[in-house]
């Protein structure tokens, strides 16, 4: 079960870019009760947390992106969205998005590379 996401590319420095990330057909029915969340790896670095949106709405961010990226979900389509802005260079990594089940189950997608050129 694989999560898709999508909207990656090359950006310069200060542009913004928004990814995408639908749930497969296997999980849908779940959407509603799921944490969902983004999460980028360097080239060479630990995958890290980079936003979640909780079952309730919820919105966490790591500080490093706090006031730049948004993440929103649209449950009519299942889907969940990170809003990039002013986009920096140390922003280049592959992103994933992740869904948590209520019983910790974790589905992950596979991922959408985002570079920021300088």
């Known amino acids: 079960v694989q999560l898709q996401a999508s909207g990656g590319g090359l950006v310069q420095a200060g542009g913004s870019l928004r990814l995408s990330c639908r749930l497969p057909?296997?999980?849908?029915?779940?959407?509603?009760?799921?944490?969902i969340s983004w999460h980028r790896q360097a080239t060479g670095e630990q995958r890290e947390l980079v936003a979640t949106?909780?079952?309730?709405?919820?919105?966490i961010y790591a500080d490093s992106v706090k006031d730049r990226f948004i993440i929103s979900k649209d449950n009519s389509r299942k889907t969940v969205y990170l809003q990039m802005n002013n986009l920096e260079p140390a922003d280049t990594a592959v992103y994933y998005c992740n869904a948590r089940s209520m019983s910790d189950t974790d589905f992950w997608g596979q991922g959408t590379q985002v570079t920021v050129s300088s």
């Open positions: 949106i909780t079952s309730s709405r919820r919105t």
């Open positions: 057909r296997t999980i849908l029915s779940v959407f509603n009760t799921m944490d």
